[in-house]
């Protein structure tokens, strides 16, 4: 039985009693991303993996054109209509399956009348990717049970065309990418802007991926992200001035980056600090350079090497495109302070949320210890700790007979 709620059956049973149908289960992970970060709406490189951690969903269909939704950690449920689906704040997380069954049904799959029963074990809002977990496994479910035969990719584009459109979070792809394509050992190596992938495996054996979750609330998130997106379209305008053909800041490479710096500083870019907008431009560039390069050392078991990227893309991150904040920092500091650790990044959007740190098997321990004390010191607050496996991308479950 892979779901790790004993009553959970009861529950489920209780909110959807019906004999319309027999219940369907289906699990979605969440992502980690190991390197490439703010690069994905910039057309570069990203290096996620899936996670064991992720969202169950327990759907049955029913016999009339009513969707219901409903969690274990709300006792609110959420009715709305199968032809009336619109987004509305009080639908809350519901939203986010309402955006898929929106989007499907304007691409001519129609959802049929559901109780979806949603349950999960990642930290929300954390930049593991709950929300695109929520709307793979939506968009696999409907799939499944319309047989309307699209692949992975189409459903991981409509996920995020889905929190884009209808959720209104103008996100890059590779969350609803790598919740969808994701394979146990692999981490995916992606070119947001073609699309094209690579699974490469992750030679680790002797190390764990070690998640800290500063428990700092993401309160700039939002806002920042939307500014640093404003600020890379400033200088891809620029950039396309006298590089016509290139569509995305990630396309330059870094030996071009002095001639584009040198463009960026004396043409400016209105609106904008042209310092500004030259250290967010070279994060994009080198970081999407290091995303790819990393991809190659994991395949060819270069820890080391690998993990001195991971320290490189903090740095950036922290120093040019500034979306670290005192809590990611802290966390980042200790882990690099700490007996065993072969590199440590913040990973998502920043500004709270997690990192990601690689860390010698037999130091975990030590290491989770050593980075617990120090944070607590610097900040006041106390992380809490996953140490991950990298697991499948969205999939269906065995059926549970009721
Ligand atoms: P997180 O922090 O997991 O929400 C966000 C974006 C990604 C990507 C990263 C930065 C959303 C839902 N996702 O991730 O597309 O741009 O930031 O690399 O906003
Ligand atoms: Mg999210």
Known sequence: MPIPWPNLLDHILAFSPGDTGELRAYFAPGRVNLIGEHTDYNGGYVLPAALTMGTWLVVRPRADRRLRFATTFSHHVVEVDADDVQFRPEQDFANYPLGVIDVLGRRGVEAPGMDLFFFGN?????????????????AFAINDLTGAGLDRESLAVIAQQAENEFVGVNCGVMDQFSVAMGKKDMALSLNCLTLAYELVPVHSEGYRLVIANSNAPRKLAGSKYNERRAECEAALAVIKRRFPDVQALAEIEPSQWSEVEALLRTEGAPGFEA????????HVIMESHRAREAARLLADGNIEAFGELMNASHRSLRDDYEVTGEALDALVEAAWSAEGCIGSRMTGAGFGGCTVSLVRDDAVEAFTNHVQAAYQRATGRSPSFYVTDIGDGVHALPALDA
């Open 122 to 138: 990642l930290p929300i809002g954390a930049g593991l990717s709950s929300s695109a977990s929520v709307e793979v496994v939506t």
């Open 275 to 282: 310092e500004v907008v030259v250290r967010r431009a070279r």
